[in-house]
């Protein structure tokens, strides 16, 4: 697991506080119930920069980052940049976890539940 250099560049966090201006819908729903949570939930950041790359959520305590992909990420190109953004990620201990923003219209609360029930589940174990 890749831990060193994880601070991003000050352009990026400048470009994550612009997103949060700029959330889609799909992500304002998941948002809302994200962060309207107990003292024992875990905590959600929202638009947060790790490494060059930003994440739509983040549970840095559970080392979880969700994205909420729309029709943009069924292409072929956008597909291969998701795929070496998950495995960035994965290289610094962070499960990925990639929502089809259909499902957030559909159902945001059991969305938002399964989430947080993820981020409450131990990760599962590596295998050497």
Known sequence: MIRSNMRSARRTHNQ???LRGAMTRSEVLLWV???ARTNREPNFRRQH?????ITDF???TARLVIEVDGGVHEDDERQLRDARRDAYMNERGYRVLRIDARAVFND???VAADIRALALAPPPSRSA
């Not at 920069?49 to 790359?53: A, H, K, N």
């Open 16 to 18: 994550a506080k612009a």
């Open 108 to 110: 945001p609360d059991k």
């Open 33 to 35: 119930r994200l962060r």
């Open 49 to 53: 920069p790790i490494g060059p790359y």
């Open 58 to 60: 983040c549970c840095s």
